[in-house]
């Protein structure tokens, strides 16, 4: 039985995303809110490979 190999891309935050990082921009620019983000995936990230048992 062949193993199955699972890829999960990497994301790249531009902005928001975690609202820790928000906070500062929230004063700034009042349109932005927490839980709101740009975001793209990126070709870095977590392989791991899985077996029916």
């Known amino acids: 039985m062949q193993d199955d190999i699972l890829f999960v891309p990497g994301r790249l935050s531009l902005i928001g995303g975690i609202s ?7 004063s700034k620019n009042k349109e932005l809110s927490s839980g709101k983000a740009i975001a793209v995936t990126i070709d870095k990230g ?3 490979k ?3 048992m």
Do not use: E, G, R, T
Not at 20 to 26: A, E, N, Q
């Open 46 to 48: 977590i392989y791991s």
């Open 20 to 26: 820790d990082l928000i906070v500062p921009y929230l």
């Open 50 to 52: 899985a077996k029916k």
